[in-house]
């Protein structure tokens, strides 16, 4: 059995499927959709990640929990918590568990976080979780904080993947 983690985005949503006995990375990746209109996407995302539970024998959905209040644009928030709410409906469909981690959460349980203010900021995260995934599963992921045509960040799957790996570690421990 496996763990999905998601880190959803309306354009670029990473994913990351571990091993639930083991740990181990199974498989990761990006759905992508640069169709213009937003539902559009949001269906495309929808589809994407019903293939990727499907063509896997996944246990349990974890996504990042979205913290709405964050956004200075109201529309994002909303968007991305209409996303998650995509996500779950998935989920019921497909009778998994949806957990949502705030992003906080899973950070701690990685051991991401350093406690410090500059370790807030949004670039530094995404830094440091492609840097945690580089060194735990041995990938070459980059991160650039600007994305350009020419240089892809991967921080969507990585932080895709960390998510998983914080709902693996913290039922580990329970056993």
């Known amino acids: 059995m496996k763990i999905l983690g998601i880190d ?20 990761y990746g990006l759905i992508k959709s640069d169709l213009k209109d937003i539902t559009d996407r949001m269906k495309e995302i929808c589809i994407g990640i ?11 959905v974890v996504v990042e929990d979205v913290p709405v209040s964050r956004y200075s644009n109201l529309k994002t928030g909303k968007d991305l918590a209409m996303l998650q709410g995509i996500i779950l409906g998935v989920c019921f469909e497909q009778d998994l568990p949806c957990v949502a981690y705030k992003p906080s959460a899973h950070r701690s349980i990685n051991g991401t976080y350093d406690g410090t203010r500059q370790g807030m900021k949004r670039a530094v995260q995404k ?28 921080d969507d799957m990585a932080e895709a993947i960390l998510i998983a790996r914080a709902f693996y570690l913290e039922n580990k421990e329970s056993e």
């Open 127 to 154: 830094k440091v979780a492609v840097d945690k995934v580089n060194e735990l599963y041995n990938l070459k992921f980059n991160y650039f904080e600007r994305d350009t045509k020419a240089r892809q960040s991967d």
């Open 50 to 60: 019903r293939d990727i539970i499907k063509d896997n024998d996944i246990k349990v």
């Open 8 to 27: 959803a985005a309306t354009k670029k949503t990473g994913y990351g499927i571990i091993d639930e006995h083991t740990g181990d990375l199974i498989d």
